[in-house]
């Protein structure tokens, strides 16, 4: 087994260049003064070992990482029939286009982009009672972490900045691929995307996915060995926006980032990894972020491929 | 001369078994509901003669037709600036679609666009004290009928269907050529577009448009003479959504139509003429409307080329 | 009448700083070492007075004012049916695309882009029996100079660089809307854009259209008055690429331009005229040849709306 | 360890109903007459032990998954040079899209759409003494099959009717990303398209991408650790053309399609699997192959997620 620990304070020292470079997410304010020197960056194994380095005990906002719990809520009800409304494919654009969308009648690619995850927020809405709770619970139970909470501050900010997703919401419903209120359906958009989480809840909280559905602490099965694979799969080919391709090359493992500078990866039957600077690259993905575990897959030699 | 009496009764005749083709807009019950039979046209020239025929006094919902008016009101209020926010090029897409307007950030290409229009919208709400009220004395002034007025009904209808043009104003928003609040620029669009008028209402109301910008009878000047002959040469490059070409092809004038089956249309020094049959065609047009007004052009002689 | 020497001698004088401006065509040297300082502009009327200033009678490079023949020759020939295989709407994109092409199944939007010409080419292949012979004649006839011709060392040029438009002529091959052979129709498409013509030439060689088809000189009919409308309808919506309908507006006549500079415009009724100036602005038309024809339409008050 | 060939066996016997389904590629007569009932599949493990059913030992058209040969070749040339002339990100489009490329400035989005390819054969031809030998000496090395050949028949085929490649190496030509003569390029793109290989062939010859670069018998390296999981990520992102989102989601592991209707699958540190069946669905990739590799995996429980 590799050594994690050294492993981890070893990439520490070696990003330290980059944090200076990229650019932080400035589009509402709360991001924006989120200091470019952080950097967290976690482990947990299967079998409960936890590694850390740096600021991975600091809670950050999550952001599009939360697509991954939502999408878990959503086939938790109704298993495949989501793809009937949202499709699986890269999508080839920005994650946020309207392009595609247009051409192929308001069926989103894939629920990792922003169409998709709005559609999968409506498909949350229709089947939970009280959807903010229960996606809370879900990832405090997955995460072992009873604190965590949504930072209302930011999804207000998101919801006065929320143009082109209320532009997407609109269009979608415009297709008929959207059955709730408009406003219901971003409101709990911008409040998956405000929670905030550390390195050591996102480890945690992403161990299912590589336990084959089933979190190791607590046996909970939380998704079906295939569900779980298969989320796997969409993270690969979906997960870092129009970059996947790019990170399955370099990384070569399942992973999903967020514009707060957060990326959560999962290496199948053996850990999870998440990896925090807020500084993002010119895809929207952590730029040091994507360094880190670039150099994690290097050194531990693990790899899907 | 032209015997135009004759010839709009002989293009009533003509048209009728072109009533039962087409497809009457429903996305809206007001609209849905129209009979598909209705038939009017009008000609007024610019000595005020008029001749009529069918259904030419009968008011309908004049719809993307009162975008000439709002352009009117804009260009009015801040002239060539209007250019820095909207173009002057046709689409080469549909008059809803995002498209375009993604890949040349926010920017529509001509007023006449859906996208288009609402950037108007935004530029009259930021320049008249009382919008609608200047709307309405604006169109009323030009066609002479004073009992011209809006259809709340039709409004409310178009709001509550109003997902595409929410995502384009919200889209629009995004990229900073929007001033005011959606909703207020939704509302004021859906106004403008529930305008009732009449094919009589309509030929004088344009007819400032064939005298360059001045109303021949109050001898009001609307528009300066270059304002008037370049809204005409954005009507006959950009009036009849995604069929502009081929409108100026068969028929040969700078047009406008709307989706409530009214079209106008102008002939420069000599004549304004307003048709409407409810039915449209693939595009969205007036399906016998515009054959009543090839006819008008073939029979007559006229044409701008 | 205006006196038309007096205001293209003041045209000439008040465009000179344009000249510096703006980029002659550089993609094949014989247009590269055109000098920018050129500047021609002659004035045809339908009575047969020709006026002339600068560079006028000297020869250049029509490149794509020649596909307003060759779709004469294709109208002659098959008439509408012609448009079952291109369209006539603006593009609303650059010239040389192939998005709309792959969009909509190899149908080109009209004949005045690269895609739309290779089709009339393949069309004057189809039904001529010495096309090069019969569009030299066909140009010469309305043009009343014999000694106009081709220029191999430009066509030559272009075949070597001609890989878009190789790719467009295959393009549309692969959607079946070609029927010769790829090179057959490439090396007609570069004669037909090598052909070598003075503003004279060009003006006097466009007066058919502005006299409803037929040859004010000759009497010879060329097309039907109809078809000539038609074709001054298709100049004015698609004759000068994506910038068709700025010209409209800004010029306000029916144009076609092409990429070695210049540019004729058809007033109906009255007169053709036509500018040259090697230098393009940025959608390819020539910068102060577009300036040109905007103050002489101002200066005269012609405008056909 | 399943018992692969019970597996294989079963799958065999369960596809039947399928093969019946889908579309037997008709763009040349060569594939038409391919009869659809063909059906077979091999595994080859790391410690060479072969399993077959069906029609597995029989050569068929390998088409596309040649890409993957000729990926290897430039790799092994120029190394990670290849990236600044060809992405890495899935495309979002149809395998031989031209928007795209576009948008993108004639830089493929991939090595496995065809526009990738072509850019990947130029940097073959460009640093092989003798290309077609060196691929043949390539693939039959990897297989352990010294008869494996070309059909030059098929190549021909493929060239009558290659306008859409055509088109696109004339169009990224324009864009400067290519440097031989189209007709060289194309022609060694329909050469390697033309190979024949069963599936016993493939399922050896990609056996060196599940052992980290190196071929198990022989122990030749043919690319380093590196750079063959990297092939693998690229395979699972890109490698079933506008679907590989869905495979990766349904299969599980990297795959590379070819119209000719043969997949080949990779399970790092364990096997290769190939499989064959004539008839496509939608997306081009073989009907029952894909059915048959799910159930591969969904039966032996092998997956890299």
């Avoid at 709990?188 to 602490?217: E, H, I, K, T």
């Avoid at 298969?230 to 993270?235: D, G, K, T, V, W």
Wanted: aromatic share 8%; charged share 20%; hydrophobic share 45%.
């Amino acid at each position: 087994m590799p050594d994690y620990q050294a492993i981890l304070d070893e990439i520490r020292d070696e990003v330290q260049p980059l944090l200076v470079q990229g650019h932080v997410a400035d589009y509402i304010p709360r991001l924006a003064c989120v200091p470019r020197e952080k950097f967290g960056m976690a482990v947990v194994t299967l079998d409960g070992q936890l590694y850390q380095t740096g600021d991975a005990a600091e809670a950050f906002s999550i952001q599009s990482i939360s697509k991954v719990y939502t999408l878990t809520l959503a086939l938790q009800s109704i298993g495949d029939k989501l793809w009937q409304r949202v499709g699986r494919e890269p999508s080839g654009n920005a994650f946020n286009s309207l392009v595609q969308l247009e051409l192929e009648n308001g069926l989103p690619r894939n629920p990792f982009i922003n169409a998709g995850a709005l559609v999968v927020a409506d498909v949350v809405l229709a089947t939970r009672k009280d959807p903010r709770a229960q996606l809370l619970a879900a990832i405090r139970g997955c995460s072992g972490n009873p604190d965590i909470r949504d930072d209302p501050e930011v999804a207000l900010s998101e919801k006065a900045n929320g143009f082109r997703n209320a532009a997407l919401a609109n269009f979608i419903r415009s297709f008929g691929n959207l059955e709730h209120a408009i406003d219901d359906i971003l409101d709990f958009y911008f409040f998956q995307c405000s929670l905030a989480m550390s390195c050591v809840d996102l480890a945690r909280g992403f161990l299912f996915l590589a336990n084959q559905g089933r979190c190791p602490w607590s046996g909970t099965n939380i998704l079906s060995t295939d569900q779980a694979k298969r989320i796997n799969a969409l993270m690969l080919t979906c997960g870092t926006y129009d970059a996947a391709g790019d990170f399955a090359y370099q990384v070569g493992i399942p992973g999903k980032s967020g514009v707060g500078g957060g990326i959560v990866g999962v290496i199948p039957n053996q850990l999870a990894v998440a990896v925090w600077s807020p500084a993002l690259n010119a895809k929207g993905n952590s730029l040091a972020g994507s360094a880190a575990l670039e150099r994690f897959t290097a050194k531990t030699g693990l790899s899907i491929f």
